[in-house]
């Protein structure tokens, strides 16, 4: 309660500075959850306190600067990691890069778009896009589309509750479950279907 008070004071007395501050640092995976700032900040939208569009897009914009902070963290991270050696061998080789490389290039775009929409999955898909140096237009292009459908969802949410946007909070464990089922599933979908497409092509080559 104490932290949801602060965030909120946060925004009351900073605005959208406040919304932009808060959203890089929850983009760039600190505790600081979208689910209390966006629905809040359109709770103050409906009170005529901010303006909907400007609200999305600072919203969005602070979002794709944590993502960044992150993506860089994972890029220097892991260059870190395969110069790393333990007991005279590394900890990650090349070739197991370039294996992540190439699976991030076929399905990469994908999985950031979808892991915007999925709390937790959100923050954190930009470590691993930095560290296979997922191109940095199409993370953007991803990473912005999906922010935008988020924070517009949560805003509109709070926008539509009013004095109740609280109750956002109440039910976010249930969306938490139904997001993480949808991109457990859709993860699985994707392997399922590359797997299907080598053994075709492995028959394709006998015969």
């Given at each position: 309660?104490?932290?949801?008070?602060?965030?909120?004071?946060?925004?009351?007395?900073?605005?959208?500075?406040?919304?932009?501050?808060?959203?890089?640092?929850?983009?760039?995976?600190?505790?600081?959850?979208?689910?209390?700032?966006?629905?809040?900040?359109?709770?103050?939208?409906?009170?005529?306190?901010?303006?909907?569009?400007?609200?999305?897009?600072?919203?969005?914009?602070?979002?794709?600067?944590?993502?960044?902070?992150?993506?860089?963290?994972?890029?220097?991270?892991?260059?870190?990691?395969?110069?790393?050696?333990?007991?005279?061998?590394?900890?990650?080789?090349?070739?197991q890069l370039q294996t992540a490389v190439n699976w991030f290039t076929r399905y990469g775009p994908m999985m950031v778009f979808a892991a915007r929409l999925v709390p937790v999955f959100r923050t954190i898909i930009s470590f691993p896009a930095g560290a296979v140096r997922m191109p940095l237009a199409k993370f953007a292009t991803y990473t912005i589309t999906g922010c935008v459908i988020w924070n517009t969802l949560l805003i509109y949410v709070g926008y539509y509750l009013g004095n109740n946007w609280t109750e956002v909070a109440d039910v976010a464990h249930y969306l938490v479950l139904i997001a993480v089922i949808a991109f457990v599933a859709l993860a699985a979908f994707l392997i399922i279907r590359r797997r299907r497409r080598i053994a075709a092509c492995q028959q394709s080559q006998k015969a």
């Amino acid at each position: 309660m104490h932290f949801t008070k602060n965030v909120t004071q946060t925004i009351s007395s900073w605005g959208y500075i406040g919304i932009f501050g808060l959203m890089v640092l929850e983009a760039s995976s600190l505790p600081i959850p979208s689910e209390i700032i966006l629905p809040f900040s359109g709770y103050l939208v409906s009170r005529e306190l901010l303006n909907l569009w400007a609200t999305i897009f600072i919203a969005t914009l602070g979002a794709t600067v944590g993502s960044f902070i992150d993506y860089y963290i994972g890029l220097k991270g892991y260059q870190a990691i395969t110069k790393y050696r333990l007991f005279g061998r590394s900890i990650c080789s090349e070739s197991q890069l370039q294996t992540a490389v190439n699976w991030f290039t076929r399905y990469g775009p994908m999985m950031v778009f979808a892991a915007r929409l999925v709390p937790v999955f959100r923050t954190i898909i930009s470590f691993p896009a930095g560290a296979v140096r997922m191109p940095l237009a199409k993370f953007a292009t991803y990473t912005i589309t999906g922010c935008v459908i988020w924070n517009t969802l949560l805003i509109y949410v709070g926008y539509y509750l009013g004095n109740n946007w609280t109750e956002v909070a109440d039910v976010a464990h249930y969306l938490v479950l139904i997001a993480v089922i949808a991109f457990v599933a859709l993860a699985a979908f994707l392997i399922i279907r590359r797997r299907r497409r080598i053994a075709a092509c492995q028959q394709s080559q006998k015969a």
